[in-house]
């Protein structure tokens, strides 16, 4: 890769990751259609790691309160503060955890298909256009039940197809469950931090 490529596509992953859109799906289209060799899937997580931190800056006060409440709750065995929604975040993850363990190398290489792509951005791009418009929109992220986290938990699971957006899906998922659009889009982020944590620990 030259340094130019890099620099694109770090740009490329800054400008998409925080919008319900792929940003891997990007990272799979620009190499394509500027002539590129593929930079693998090992590149795009570490890009991922990358707008990580900004997730952390963002939320630092809740992760921290998340956090401090969940170790509470493991000590005293009870729901401390914000323990439920820290318990709501890692049970969230746990489908996506195992999936990826699972289908690393079928998502390494036969699903980073520009078709797989394009079919995938449009699909769930129009399912998350639904979501929006038939969403109850009642609810916050503190309101989920168990059943709604496995829910969601189990989208973000279809997130490991490229040309799906992690926050998109989770999102879409939130609002069809009834959460308010700020509410999906704060579990969503939320649950970003382990789900990128785990994929970037398991890249060599």
């Known amino acids: 890769m030259t340094l130019i490529q890099i620099l694109v596509l770090a740009l490329v992953q800054g400008f998409t990751e925080f919008l319900p859109i792929s940003s891997s799906a990007h990272l799979i289209l620009v190499p394509v259609l500027s002539?590129?060799?593929d930079q693998g899937?090992?590149?795009?997580?570490?890009?991922?790691?990358?707008?990580?931190?900004?997730?952390v800056l963002y939320f630092?006060?809740?992760?921290?309160?998340?956090?401090?409440?969940?170790?509470?709750?493991?000590?005293?065995?009870?729901?401390?503060?914000?323990?439920?929604?820290?318990?709501?975040?890692?049970?969230?993850?746990?489908?996506?955890a195992v999936a990826g363990l699972l289908l690393n190398d079928v998502v390494d290489t036969t699903l980073r298909s520009p078709l797989v792509v394009a079919w995938a951005t449009i699909g769930f791009g129009l399912l998350?256009?639904?979501?929006?418009?038939?969403?109850?929109?009642?609810?916050?992220?503190?309101?989920?039940?168990?059943?709604?986290?496995?829910?969601?938990?189990?989208a973000q699971v279809v997130a490991l197809i490229p040309g799906?957006?992690?926050?998109?899906?989770?999102?879409?998922?939130?609002?069809?469950?009834?959460?308010?659009?700020?509410?999906?889009?704060r579990f969503s982020f939320l649950l970003s931090v382990p789900t990128i944590?785990?994929?970037?620990?398991?890249?060599p």
Request: glycine fraction near 12%; hydrophobic fraction near 45%.
């Open 197 to 203: 944590l785990l994929a970037g620990g398991t890249r």
């Open 60 to 96: 630092r006060h809740e992760l921290w309160h998340m956090s401090r409440d969940w170790l509470a709750s493991c000590r005293q065995r009870r729901q401390v503060g914000e323990s439920r929604l820290a318990w709501a975040v890692l049970w969230g993850t746990l489908p996506v």
């Open 35 to 37: 002539d590129w060799p």
């Open 164 to 185: 799906t957006s992690r926050s998109g899906i989770t999102m879409t998922a939130g609002l069809f469950l009834g959460l308010t659009r700020e509410g999906a889009a």
């Open 128 to 154: 998350l256009w639904l979501a929006d418009g038939k969403g109850m929109r009642q609810r916050s992220e503190h309101q989920l039940g168990w059943k709604d986290v496995v829910i969601i938990g189990l």
């Open 41 to 55: 899937l090992a590149f795009d997580v570490a890009v991922h790691v990358g707008t990580l931190s900004a997730v």
